[in-house]
């Protein structure tokens, strides 16, 4: 009887140190940005509207369809035909990389990293 009164203590006290140091509804985003943040909501401005989104969508219609006009073998020597150059695809290759960067740091800025129930690695977008 004590002995289970003492388990049952315990499991308590490890529930409320746990929450106690992990609190994933919390107002904050990176330790740090409120809601009302200017910085936050900024970034949810613009992760929110729509020509936004639409950006990112054409930056994903974009890489497919230069996955798709790149050959295989474009790394390897010989006659390699392909639609744009290497040059064009290295270029475009840094513009989308720079957008989805831009993308994923605003995004985390808005809705958090790990924390919150909306966060950035928590959604299921």
Same mark, same amino acid.
């Given at each position: 009887?004590? =002995?289970?009164?003492?388990?049952?203590?315990?499991?308590?006290?490890?529930?409320?140190?746990?929450?106690? =140091? #992990?609190?994933?509804?919390?107002? !904050?985003? #990176?330790?740090? &940005?409120? !809601?009302? +943040?200017?910085?936050?909501?900024?970034?949810?401005?613009?992760?929110?509207?729509?020509?936004?989104?639409?950006?990112?969508?054409?930056?994903?219609? =974009?890489?497919?369809? &230069?996955?798709? &006009?790149?050959?295989? +073998?474009?790394?390897?020597? /010989?006659? /390699? @035909?392909?639609?744009?150059?290497? @040059?064009?695809?290295?270029?475009?290759?840094?513009? #989308? =990389?720079?957008?989805?960067?831009?993308?994923?740091? &605003?995004?985390?800025?808005?809705? /958090?990293?790990?924390?919150?129930?909306?966060?950035?690695?928590?959604?299921?977008?």
């Amino acid at each position: 009887d004590d =002995t289970v009164k003492k388990l049952v203590e315990s499991v308590q006290l490890q529930k409320t140190k746990q929450k106690a =140091t #992990l609190n994933l509804d919390s107002d !904050r985003i #990176l330790f740090c &940005l409120y !809601r009302e +943040h200017p910085i936050r909501r900024a970034a949810t401005y613009c992760v929110q509207s729509a020509t936004f989104q639409a950006l990112i969508m054409a930056s994903i219609l =974009t890489s497919c369809v &230069l996955l798709a &006009l790149t050959p295989a +073998h474009r790394d390897l020597p /010989g006659d /390699g @035909e392909s639609v744009i150059t290497l @040059e064009q695809q290295r270029w475009i290759d840094l513009a #989308l =990389t720079i957008a989805f960067t831009v993308e994923f740091l &605003l995004a985390v800025l808005s809705t /958090g990293l790990l924390g919150p129930r909306d966060a950035y690695f928590r959604s299921l977008w």
